[in-house]
């Protein structure tokens, strides 16, 4: 609530740093705040937001221009009476017309004259507009749009131009990730084949120190591999179709489970499954388990020790449901829908901690729209999450 012990806010419109301070340092010492943004679109919103005694633009800031940022905020219902006057350094014929036919109630010349701006602002608080001939109005008016929808039209062509290279770079970013994952592939296979010798005794008898360094070292080849998969995988999605087959959800959650019971005992976690048997469906079985890896990792690396999680399958009249709930860290309401973006991670130390490059949700996301389904969350910080997967029945 504005009492009258609180300074009148005077919001400046300008961007450049030296008459900020001019304008700043003339108006604190008569009584008044001055409020500051550094071009029309911050000035738009701080005024969108606020109730200003008197607005003071400049005309040629960046972004949208003085002419503009007064059409906007006459616009907006609660500054229709308030006094918007325009500061510049056009003293070209017109100038000041053109500033009142969009709106302000007066024109102030550059430079400014810090002795006179606290008078010439308290004649604008107290009233004074100063007036245009109608006729005028009307016709600069007209100038005044055909500028603005050109100014538009140009702004338009220049957005199409930047996402025309965005969706490039794209494109191109998109082909990097899948040859940088197929090169990646191979060496790791490799990798792979010679830890699984060494581990099998193949290559002679190890010690138990040299069984154990084996074991981290093709753990963390696991993690990496899973990673690759997920960033080939989100490549070849986007460009393949499914292959279908007739597949047991039971068995694939079953299969998921397997694959990560060494990671949920070592963070001591208890998974539970909860999977009656139900009626096969037709789905692409290496996407669909590769989603279910997806969810059940994530519930494993983001519970702290000792925590649970449960996977439970569920049968309706036209959907099947697969829910995978975990006590862990759980996810701010803000990142919900992020968290599905390629490559976003939440910033908690948490998740800085925990290994990953943002790729899961988003590949889980595209497999089960894929088969018609949706995905959805629900989570709760520090108590956990649930991540339901629901796919039609045919
Ligand atoms: P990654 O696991 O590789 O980081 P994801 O796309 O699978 O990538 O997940 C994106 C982010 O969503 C994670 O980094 C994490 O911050 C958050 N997240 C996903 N699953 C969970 C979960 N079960 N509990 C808490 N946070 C999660």
């Known amino acids: 609530m504005t009492t009258s012990d609180e300074p009148p806010v005077i919001l400046y419109i300008e961007d450049n740093p030296d008459n900020q301070r001019l304008v700043v340092r003339a108006l604190r010492n008569r009584g008044y705040h001055v409020a500051l943004a550094d071009d029309g679109m911050s000035g738009i919103s701080a005024a969108r937001d606020s109730q200003p005694a008197l607005i003071l633009v400049d005309i040629n800031i960046p972004g949208l221009d003085g002419y503009e940022v007064t059409t906007r905020l006459r616009?907006?219902?609660h500054l229709q009476h308030t006094p918007i006057v325009a500061l510049t350094a056009?003293?070209?014929p017109?100038?000041?017309?053109?500033?009142?036919?969009?709106?302000?109630?007066?024109y102030l010349s550059k430079p400014i004259?810090?002795?006179q701006l606290p008078e010439q602002i308290a004649s604008y608080l107290n009233g004074k507009h100063e007036q245009l001939a109608a006729a005028i109005e009307t016709d600069l008016l007209r100038q005044h749009h055909s500028r603005t929808v050109e100014r538009l039209e140009h702004r338009v062509r220049e957005l199409q131009a930047a996402n025309a290279d965005l969706q490039e770079l794209d494109e191109m970013k998109n082909q990097f990730l899948a040859s940088l994952s197929h090169e990646l592939r191979t060496p790791l296979a490799v990798v792979q084949g010679y830890l699984d010798m060494l581990n099998t005794g193949t290559l002679g008898d190890l010690s138990e120190p040299q069984r154990e360094a084996i074991q981290v070292a093709r753990r963390n080849l696991n993690t990496l591999g899973s990673q690759v998969n997920n960033?080939?995988?989100?490549?070849?999605?986007?460009?393949?179709?499914?292959?279908?087959?007739?597949?047991?959800?039971?068995?694939?959650?079953a299969g998921a489970a397997a694959d990560l019971r060494a990671a949920a005992d070592r963070a001591d976690i208890t998974v539970t499954l909860d999977t009656p048997r139900i009626a096969p469906l037709n789905l692409d079985g290496g996407a669909m388990s590769l989603a279910l890896y997806n969810l059940l990792d994530n519930a494993i690396k983001f519970t702290p020790r000792g925590?649970?999680?449960?996977v439970a399958l569920a049968q309706h009249a036209e959907h099947v449901s697969i829910s995978v709930s975990d006590t862990g860290v759980g996810i701010p309401r803000e990142a919900l829908n992020r968290i599905f973006q390629p490559f976003y991670r939440l910033a908690t130390p948490y998740t800085t901690d925990t290994p990953g490059n943002g790729i899961g949700l988003a590949l889980v996301q595209h497999i089960v729209e894929a088969h018609h389904g949706h995905i959805t969350v629900q989570s709760i910080p520090a108590?956990?999450?649930?991540?339901?997967?629901?796919?039609?029945?045919?």
């Not at 017109?94 to 007066?106: Q, S, T, Y």
């Not at 108590?383 to 045919?394: A, C, D, H, V, Y």
């Open 307 to 310: 925590g649970s999680v449960t």
């Open 90 to 92: 056009d003293v070209s």
């Open 231 to 253: 960033l080939l995988y989100l490549q070849e999605l986007r460009s393949s179709e499914l292959t279908y087959e007739t597949a047991d959800l039971c068995d694939l959650i």
């Open 94 to 106: 017109g100038a000041r017309e053109r500033v009142l036919a969009v709106g302000c109630n007066g």
């Open 383 to 394: 108590q956990g999450s649930t991540f339901t997967i629901t796919l039609p029945r045919p």
């Open 113 to 115: 004259n810090p002795r």
């Open 75 to 77: 616009s907006m219902p």
